[in-house]
């Protein structure tokens, strides 16, 4: 009997736990079909998420313009230098003999002037000797022209006397001879002063020869100081000297090692400036360059400080821009103080840019924005950015529907061109699913921007005139360049029947979670609006048959 009622006991318990495990898990009638969140006022700080690789704001290479052996280091790794401060030397052995043998040179060109320079002042007094030897020449030969002219006057009386028979014979040749004698005195001092002329002309060649010779030397004397001048800039450049103010973040030499400076200036170190300031060179993808300015605020970590928040601002954005399978990006300056020198060059950078920030605004859960009921178009996971959810949905999703009532709304077309918009956007739809198949990320943004050019374009042709310009000015207005412009979204609401019913809303800057809502009819703070399902398995049931009855309870 015991045992009996043992066996009772067990048998009990087993159909109890069968019971709770294998009981039907339906909801309660009360369970409701979809989950609803309340539209609230909040912050939205929408944000550009980047990274980058930390950079100097200068960094000045060191090089060797000469070829040479290092025979000394004075800087490492992490030292501090000043600008001028030695950092390594060359071997100067051989510069220094070339330096002496020029130096020798320079003074012996230096005593060949003073050689031809005596000889050029020589040349100059024999020239002075020569000028005064023919002015006595010249002043002897008047005196000699002026005693012939007096033997003449004395030889004509004496031959008019003798004429006469008063004179004498003697008186007469006398006063000959006299006239003869003058006569060639006089010859002789010209004679002389031609002579004298003639050493004069040789006298003034040689002096325009030393005068050549003077500045032969003196151009000899400052050919030879260039080169001393040389050599001596050569033997300053074996002293490898810091250009700056900084420390040096790379050593790329030895001691004993030879460097070769003949096409282009082996680098021996690496000086950053000033680390106290410091540079972070971003990759700025372009659908998000629009929406950097100067001055932003920028936060960012390293992986060196993981539970560290480091703040800077944008500087610039360069407008280079590099193309790297077909995805093109711009490189964004984030200028960060430094000051505590924790953030070293070559770090990499994960940021985050403060592009809009908005307080006290309506904001909407991203998952309202998400959320379509069943029989609508696939939704996307949380994590797929905004632009590839678009482009998978073609057109089709939350961006194409808002669209297309906007463009009703606003344009007015004609039932015509309602038809043939429709067709565009569905065709563009399945051609875009296609297309995005096997693409990567980058790839994808690429593909929908120029889908969303094309549609554009489509969409414009099958208007007339008037509704094209008013297509344009909406699409202006409403172009997503930057996140902070507005575009049109849509999300629903329980209608009196527990149903979701559509409301086109129209939508500013997003932080991931949020997104901010601008005030239009039907949209207030503390509405409901659907994020999801209901109870398990209430979104995979149709929305008019209520809460789904759960299936049994394993385990």
């Given at each position: 009997?015991?045992?009996?009622?043992?066996?009772?006991?067990?048998?009990?318990?087993?159909?109890?736990?069968?019971?709770?495990?294998?009981?039907?898990?339906?909801?309660?009638?009360?369970?409701?079909?979809?989950?609803?969140?309340?539209?609230?006022?909040?912050?939205?700080?929408?944000?550009?998420?980047?990274?980058?690789?930390?950079?100097?704001?200068?960094?000045?290479?060191?090089?060797?313009?000469?070829?040479?052996?290092?025979?000394?280091?004075?800087?490492?790794y992490n030292s501090q230098v000043k600008a001028g401060q030695v950092v390594a030397r060359l071997n100067s052995d051989q510069i220094k003999t070339r330096r002496d043998a020029a130096a020798a040179d320079l003074q012996q060109a230096r005593a060949d002037l003073v050689v031809k320079r005596a000889q050029l002042e020589r040349a100059k007094v024999a020239r002075t000797k020569a000028d005064s030897t023919v002015k006595d020449q010249e002043a002897q030969r008047e005196r000699t022209r002026a005693q012939l002219a007096d033997a003449k006057r004395t030889f004509d009386r004496q031959n008019e006397l003798f004429t006469r028979g008063a004179g004498a014979q003697q008186g007469l040749d006398s006063a000959r001879t006299q006239v003869e004698i003058q006569t060639a005195t006089l010859a002789s001092n010209e004679a002389q002063i031609a002579s004298l002329t003639a050493e004069i002309a040789g006298l003034d060649a040689d002096i325009g020869l030393a005068q050549g010779q003077v500045q032969s030397g003196e151009a000899l004397i400052a050919q030879r100081d260039a080169k001393l001048k040389d050599i001596l800039i050569d033997l300053e450049r074996t002293d490898i000297r810091s250009p700056v103010d900084g420390v040096v973040v790379q050593r790329q030499v030895d001691l004993g090692q030879t460097v070769a400076a003949s096409l282009s200036a082996?680098?021996?170190?690496?000086?950053?400036?000033?680390?106290?300031?410091?540079?972070?060179?971003?990759?700025?993808?372009?659908?998000?360059?629009?929406?950097?300015?100067?001055?932003?605020?920028?936060?960012?970590?390293?992986?060196?400080?993981?539970?560290?928040?480091?703040q800077g601002k944008v500087q610039m954005v360069r407008l280079g821009a590099q193309t790297i399978q077909n995805v093109v990006t711009y490189t964004g300056v984030v200028r960060v103080e430094n000051r505590d020198l924790a953030l070293l060059p070559g770090m990499t950078a994960n940021l985050q840019i403060v592009t809009d920030d908005r307080q006290d605004v309506l904001r909407v859960p991203n998952a309202a924005l998400r959320f379509?009921?069943?029989?609508?178009?696939?939704?996307?996971?949380?994590?797929?950015?905004?632009?590839?959810?678009?482009?998978?949905?073609?057109?089709?999703?939350?961006?194409?529907?808002?669209?297309?009532?906007?463009?009703?709304?606003?344009?007015?077309?004609?039932?015509?061109?309602?038809?043939?918009?429709?067709?565009?956007?569905?065709?563009?739809?399945?051609?875009?699913?296609?297309?995005?198949?096997?693409?990567?990320?980058?790839?994808?943004?690429?593909?929908?921007?120029?889908?969303?050019?094309?549609?554009?374009?489509?969409?414009?042709?099958?208007?007339?005139?008037?509704?094209?310009?008013?297509?344009?000015?909406?699409?202006?207005?409403?172009?997503?360049?930057?996140?902070?412009?507005?575009?049109?979204?849509?999300?629903?609401?329980?209608?009196?029947?527990?149903?979701?019913?559509?409301?086109?809303?129209?939508?500013?800057?997003?932080?991931?979670?949020?997104?901010?809502?601008?005030?239009?009819?039907?949209?207030?703070?503390?509405?409901?609006?659907?994020?999801?399902?209901?109870?398990?398995?209430?979104?995979?049931?149709?929305?008019?048959?209520?809460?789904?009855?759960?299936?049994?309870?394993?385990?």
């Open positions: 009997m015991r045992l009996w009622a043992i066996g009772a006991v067990v048998g009990a318990g087993a159909l109890a736990a069968g019971y709770f495990a294998l009981r039907p898990t339906g909801g309660a009638a009360n369970d409701v079909a979809y989950r609803t969140a309340a539209i609230d006022r909040g912050r939205i700080t929408a944000s550009v998420r980047a990274t980058g690789t930390l950079t100097p704001m200068t960094t000045v290479v060191v090089g060797s313009q000469l070829s040479g052996q290092i025979v000394e280091i004075l800087a490492d082996p680098v021996l170190f690496q000086i950053a400036q000033d680390l106290r300031t410091i540079d972070i060179y971003a990759n700025i993808d372009e659908a998000d360059v629009g929406r950097l300015k100067v001055g932003q605020e920028v936060s960012f970590n390293v992986n060196a400080y993981p539970n560290r928040t480091f379509r009921p069943l029989g609508g178009p696939t939704a996307l996971p949380a994590s797929a950015p905004a632009e590839a959810q678009t482009a998978r949905t073609g057109g089709g999703g939350r961006a194409a529907g808002a669209l297309r009532e906007r463009i009703e709304e606003e344009v007015q077309p004609t039932p015509e061109q309602k038809q043939a918009i429709a067709a565009i956007m569905s065709e563009q739809r399945s051609g875009n699913r296609q297309a995005m198949a096997g693409l990567s990320e980058e790839e994808r943004r690429a593909a929908f921007r120029a889908a969303r050019t094309e549609l554009r374009a489509k969409i414009a042709a099958v208007l007339d005139p008037e509704r094209r310009t008013k297509f344009e000015a909406m699409m202006q207005e409403g172009r997503p360049a930057a996140q902070s412009e507005v575009t049109p979204g849509r999300v629903y609401v329980l209608d009196g029947e527990g149903q979701p019913k559509p409301i086109a809303i129209r939508l500013g800057p997003n932080d991931g979670a949020f997104t901010q809502v601008l005030p239009a009819a039907g949209i207030a703070e503390g509405i409901e609006v659907v994020i999801g399902g209901g109870p398990r398995n209430a979104e995979a049931a149709p929305a008019s048959r209520g809460p789904a009855p759960r299936g049994p309870r394993l385990f």
